[in-house]
């Protein structure tokens, strides 16, 4: 085993556990201070769970990265070799975090979460380097984007920050997604061979590990807001930064691979939304536009509730798409072609259509379907 593999295992172990003896806190915590997700009429879930997940797992990243960096002389190194990401994803990563919580707490609106994150998004892009600037064609090869290299950024910043907030709609479901996220990550940073990256998503999967003992079914506590953006937007930043080192042409292929689901859930809900308004409507207007980002209930984990999936299997059966689909984005890592990654791109996209249509009625996951003996329950 590498120097670099056992310090990552390390801080794995040590986020892991210090995020598990963290978490109670913040149960009790959201239940004092009434920061608390409630049941309605868009929730499944039946009693009032503390919305504070997010504090654990930010309270524990920032302990275990500082005491990491100070007290590991190899990481501190690490550090001052590429100090800029590291510095602007932080600074990003509490702007996200503290609009979050803020919003768990008192309800900042969608337009105060946009630009916060488009904020935290173009100081990751102009402080960080982080930035898209190829993208790869079937067949074609890599092509330069040129001019829209930074706005394609943020969009894919903005738009994987939100895609966990919406996928965060069952107890374990985002938490988990990201953990399975992380290790696809983590292995792609081996194959770059980036320490911090490396040590960083470690780091979060342990964390995420530690929360999900409270957070499945039936969940103790919920991510909220700032848990979710939180976790979207650093798997957000150094998915692409990992993936610009080595593979420039496939520097958004492999990322979108390795958050397939919730991307793959969010962009086909709006296109079903806009879809739906458009034949409802003779004409068009920016109303039509607007409307993708409207809340339902018609998300790939509502639909597997629906055709009697139960809360947990549901969960899993999300889980297994998320482990595939990350063993493909690894796997384009490695291999280096485009053609190759596109096709697993597209064979991810098929497993999601799949699922979400015909979930209950496909061979190798319908032992799992059972309407009368599992009634759906949710959260």
């Known amino acids: 085993m590498s120097r670099d593999a056992g310090i990552s295992i390390g801080l794995f172990f040590v986020s892991w556990v210090l995020t598990a003896i963290l978490t109670p806190y913040f149960i009790q915590f959201g239940r004092r201070w ?60 509490t702007g ?92 792609v940073a081996l194959l770059n061979n980036q320490e911090l990256a490396m040590a960083g998503t470690a780091l979060l999967a342990g964390a995420c590990l530690g929360f999900l003992k409270y957070n499945v079914h039936p969940a103790r506590i919920f991510l909220g807001d700032s848990g979710a953006l939180l976790l979207g937007f650093l798997l957000a930043c150094i998915s692409v930064y990992t993936s610009l080192k080595r593979h420039t042409s496939l520097a958004l292929i ?66 297994g798409l998320s482990s595939v689909l990350a063993i493909f984005g690894v796997m384009s890592a490695w291999t280096m072609n485009d053609r190759i990654s596109i096709l697993f791109l597209l064979a991810g996209l098929v497993g999601f259509l799949l699922i979400r249509h015909f979930g209950a009625k496909l061979p190798f996951i319908r032992r799992w379907h059972n309407v009368q003996d599992d009634p759906p329950e949710g959260r």
């Open 96 to 187: 996200v975090f503290a609009i979050g919580l803020y919003d768990d707490a008192f309800n900042a609106g969608v337009w105060s979460r946009l630009l916060v994150e488009f904020a935290a998004a173009g100081i990751v892009i102009l402080l960080g380097g982080v930035l898209i600037e190829r993208i790869a064609l079937p067949f074609v090869g890599p092509l330069e984007v040129g001019m829209w290299s930074i706005p394609l950024t943020l969009f894919w910043i903005v738009g994987v920050t939100n895609a966990f907030n919406i996928i965060d709609g069952l107890d374990g479901l985002a938490g988990g997604i990201a953990f399975i996220a992380c290790f696809g990550v983590f292995a």
């Open 254 to 319: 492999i990322p979108m691979q390795l958050l397939a689901v919730p991307l793959l859930d969010t962009l086909y809900s709006m296109g079903r939304r806009l879809v739906s308004r458009m034949l409802d409507s003779e004409t068009f207007s920016p109303s039509m536009i607007l409307s993708v980002f409207h809340s339902d209930q018609a998300h790939i984990h509502h639909i597997l509730l629906d055709v009697g999936f139960s809360h947990p299997r549901a969960v899993w059966v999300l889980y």
């Open 34 to 93: 009434n920061i608390l997700d409630h049941p309605g009429d868009r929730k499944v879930h039946e009693t009032s769970t503390p919305r504070t997940g997010g504090l654990a797992i930010f309270v524990t990243i920032g302990i275990v990265v500082s005491l990491g960096i100070l007290s590991i002389p190899r990481l501190w190194t690490s550090f001052l070799y590429q100090p800029l990401f590291f510095t602007s994803l932080a600074i990003g990563g």
